[in-house]
């Protein structure tokens, strides 16, 4: 049952994996969900088949789920809660095919793990410079390691929710939490956004160790070693070191890095089987967002003056033409280092 005392009126953008799984999973509570898409196919199959043929497709989606293709005044002026959950380098179109058609106290969900391209705005940014400030202070960031597959299927899953608002944090965790699906909440939507982001990019590089033989102790160095990377980017963009050690964080990094159902890890496995990675992405069959968030996610740290040579090696091996062995080789014959660097003490 929902903790909800009254239905909520929900719109999903997006019929992807995870837009799917997470409405599909709002639905089952009981509240009313129409997700929106941009196939009528699917949209029609939903409606009277209670199937999303693409993604999930073995799943009977509840009815309480409907599905459209045109995002209509009257659907957005009913829209209490709009979860977005649409690849990143879309998410600034849609966005302002929007503005202005919200009601003022709607309340907006983001699932949407990535960097745009062109401005390296994280999507926190992108829903403040479409919508405004006082619209990003309402926003709330859903991110934590959660398989779509195993979220339909009501496997244990745990994530959080960070908003700046604190009301509006646990409404959202209201909205969503069950016992199988638990939600915790945090003040950080830019660290849960940064880890969600990077975590993608990491993923490609333990795919790629995993797909060239590396072994166990290898595989541990890189996910401690990227967890340290994005940890010192997500500081300076003012993020708070903590919110990595959480679900978000180091939960979402290991699940992603760990597991042939990530897309990511797949991606960068394939790479390192020996595959082109244009071969590898016209047959994934849908969106590795750590690919795209890798350019940006090297461009940023360049611009930030962030030392983080694992995302630097995938980006070279993903855009600038170098070879696994030539980026892993670059890896191990860095210069010895601290593993922390500690503040300096103050003066007597």
């Not at 795209?292 to 090696?313: C, V």
Request: include cysteine; aromatic fraction near 6%.
């Amino acid at each position: 049952m929902s903790n909800i005392s009254t239905p909520a009126k929900i719109t999903v953008l997006g019929s992807g994996n995870f837009g799917t799984c997470l409405a599909h999973h709002l639905a089952q509570k009981g509240t009313p969900v129409v997700m929106w898409g941009r196939s009528q196919a699917l949209a029609d199959s939903i409606n009277t088949q209670h199937r999303n043929p693409k993604y999930l497709s073995h799943i009977d989606l509840s009815p309480q789920l409907s599905a459209t293709t045109e995002l209509s005044d009257e659907l957005l002026r009913n829209t209490e809660y709009l979860l977005l959950a649409i690849p990143t380098q879309s998410l600034r179109r849609v966005l302002e095919t929007l503005k202005g058609r919200l009601r003022d106290d709607c309340v907006i969900i983001c699932a949407v793990k990535g960097i745009e391209n062109d401005t390296l705005c994280f999507p926190y940014n992108i829903i403040q410079q479409v919508f405004g400030d006082q619209c990003a202070t309402r926003t709330a960031i859903l991110s934590g390691p959660s398989f779509a597959i195993e979220v339909a299927e009501q496997r244990p899953t745990a994530v959080s929710v960070g908003c700046m608002d604190k009301q509006i944090c646990i409404k959202v965790q209201e909205l969503f939490h069950t016992a199988y699906f638990r939600v915790y909440t945090l003040d950080d939507p830019i660290g849960l956004e940064v880890a969600g982001a990077l975590k993608n990019v990491i993923a490609v590089a333990a795919g790629a160790a995993v797909g060239l033989g590396m072994q166990q102790n290898a595989r541990a160095a890189l996910l401690t070693r990227g967890l340290a990377e994005i940890t010192r980017l997500g500081a300076m963009l003012g993020a708070q070191p903590l919110t990595f050690m959480g679900l978000g964080g180091v939960g979402d990094l290991f699940l992603t890095c760990t597991s042939e159902k990530s897309r990511n890890f797949t991606v960068g496995y394939r790479l390192g089987q020996g595959e082109k990675l244009d071969d590898v992405l016209n047959t994934l069959g849908s969106v590795a967002e750590g690919v795209w968030t890798a350019r940006a996610a090297y461009n940023l740290s360049q611009k930030l003056g962030a030392d983080t040579p694992i995302i630097s090696a995938v980006y070279g091996v993903l855009f600038q033409g170098k070879t696994i062995s030539e980026a892993l080789y670059g890896l191990l014959h860095r210069d010895m280092k601290a593993e922390v660097q500690l503040p300096s003490k103050p003066h007597a």
